[in-house]
């Protein structure tokens, strides 16, 4: 999908040596940008050092008719990818521009 900018708002650390959280703001660039099967990420766009746990974003434009996820990758590994989907529970299609589908959510990692 050709990610734009990932903006952290707010990061902290739910217990003390616990899960650190990161709330962002994804916002894909302009054009035929999407990619079939998602976007990987990585723990470094979230300001984490090694894993990602697990991480559900949503439109923030709800009007948008796109709802955007990370997959769950289960028990902690170093990348997930980010899907769009449609409001039907489809996959957007290759080479769709999201440009205006700017999401929010919150990631958990270490």
């Given at each position: 999908?050709?990610?734009?900018?990932?903006?952290?708002?707010?990061?902290?650390?739910?217990?003390?040596?616990?899960?650190?959280?990161?709330?962002?703001?994804?916002?894909?660039?302009?054009?035929?940008?999407?990619?079939?099967?998602?976007?990987?990420?990585?723990?470094?766009?979230f300001g984490f050092s090694s894993?990602?746990?697990?991480?559900?974003?949503?439109?923030k434009d709800e009007a948008s008719?796109?709802?955007?996820?990370?997959?769950?990758?289960?028990?902690?590994?170093?990348?997930?990818?980010?899907?769009?989907?449609?409001?039907?529970?489809?996959?957007?299609?290759?080479?769709?521009?999201?440009?205006?589908?700017?999401?929010?959510?919150?990631?958990?990692?270490?």
């Amino acid at each position: 999908m050709a990610l734009g900018t990932v903006t952290i708002v707010k990061k902290g650390v739910l217990a003390p040596g616990g899960i650190r959280f990161a709330i962002v703001d994804i916002q894909p660039t302009t054009g035929a940008n999407y990619t079939a099967n998602g976007e990987a990420l990585t723990p470094a766009m979230f300001g984490f050092s090694s894993e990602i746990y697990h991480g559900e974003l949503s439109p923030k434009d709800e009007a948008s008719g796109t709802e955007t996820y990370i997959v769950d990758p289960g028990n902690g590994v170093s990348t997930v990818k980010l899907v769009a989907m449609a409001s039907d529970g489809v996959e957007v299609a290759a080479s769709v521009d999201l440009s205006t589908k700017r999401a929010r959510g919150i990631v958990y990692g270490k």
